[in-house]
């Protein structure tokens, strides 16, 4: 990785401390981690300074996953407040969720930019289609389901959040109204959902990512140090105004704004990949 000047380091630390104040907005009010945020930031950031593709993403997803614990917290806890969490799924997709995110780790050793990027984009942009054109006609059932098929959908929101870079709040808040959940239950649980993706999903990635060549002075494995601790106090500070916001929204007007919003970073990333990085 190059050296900077002092301008260009004050440059990116005010970038990375407003994406972070973004990030902790969002994590409440939408009841996701930010990471559809931090993992197109931190991508940049890091090909600036002259990481490689194929090491600037995955360290990128695996830095949010670290920047999304705090912010995961916080979120879920101001939401457990307001009685809106529904601990229930929490408890039975614990165990597949861990599953679906070490298997996301190990994908991410060998994978190549696109594969990251790829996912991002088909689960990104049939949320928003959910959100933005389904309304309440798009269900596949009235309440959610029980045993192996509840368990397995807990091991797909760990496997793609994993590889997204995310905590889940677009996956499972999807999950959750298809079978009939108010959205602002789903928002509120989703926030839960993140807790558990990215506190084994950080330390999956720091294994995974350890001893590769091309990695910044700074990273424990896939995980950058310095974009943590740049990150994360702004994320704390703002998270709270997030969790007020959604909770003095009607439904609808939520719905469309997190439509908008993963259908902006789905745009961002097809550039990415139509241009090869």
Same mark, same amino acid.
């Given at each position: ?10 440059w ?7 994406? =972070?104040a973004?990030t ?15 993992? #197109? ?7 600036l300074?002259g ?22 917290? +916080?979120?879920?806890? =101001? ?11 929490? *408890?039975?997709?614990?165990? #597949?969720i ?5 298997? &996301?780790?190990?994908?991410? *050793? ?8 790829g996912?991002?984009?088909?689960? $990104? ?13 798009? +269900? ?5 389901? *029980?045993? /192996?098929?509840?368990?397995?959908? $807990? ?13 889940? &709040? ?7 109204? /298809?079978? =009939? ?19 084994? &999903? ?6 995974? $990512?350890?001893?590769r060549?091309?990695? #910044?002075?700074?990273?424990?494995g ?5 974009g ?10 703002t998270?709270?105004? =997030? ?7 009607p439904?609808? +007007? ?20 139509? *241009?090869?990085?």
């Amino acid at each position: 990785m190059g050296t900077l000047g002092l301008a260009s380091f004050l440059w990116l630390a005010g970038a990375l401390a407003a994406g =972070g104040a973004v990030t902790g907005v969002l994590a409440g009010l939408f009841g996701v981690g930010g990471g559809a945020i931090t993992v #197109p930031v931190l991508f940049e950031v890091f090909r600036l300074l002259g990481t490689e593709p194929e090491i600037a993403m995955p360290l990128a997803v695996g830095s949010s996953l670290a920047i999304i614990i705090p912010t995961s917290i +916080r979120s879920a806890l =101001g939401h457990y407040r307001k009685g809106a969490v529904d601990p229930s799924v929490l *408890r039975a997709w614990a165990l #597949p969720i861990l599953i679906g995110v070490s298997m &996301g780790a190990v994908i991410a *050793r060998t994978a190549g930019p696109a594969v990251f990027q790829g996912v991002f984009v088909a689960v $990104g942009l049939l949320t928003t289609s959910k959100l933005l054109f389904g309304r309440d006609r798009w +269900r596949v059932a009235t309440e959610m389901p *029980r045993g /192996l098929a509840l368990r397995a959908w $807990g091991w797909l929101v760990g496997l793609a959040s994993a590889l997204m870079g995310i905590g889940g &709040g677009a996956i499972s808040t999807m999950i959750l109204t /298809l079978h =009939g959940r108010p959205i602002h239950q789903a928002v509120a649980t989703s926030a839960g959902v993140g807790v558990l993706i990215s506190i084994p &999903g950080t330390i999956g990635y720091m294994i995974s $990512g350890w001893g590769r060549p091309g990695l #910044p002075p700074d990273a424990i494995g896939f995980v950058s140090l310095l974009g943590v601790a740049l990150i994360v106090p702004m994320t704390l500070l703002t998270t709270q105004i =997030g969790v007020n916001l959604a909770h003095a929204m009607p439904r609808r +007007r939520l719905e469309i704004l997190f439509g908008l919003f993963l259908l902006t970073v789905c745009a961002r990333f097809l550039f990415a990949m139509v *241009r090869g990085g």
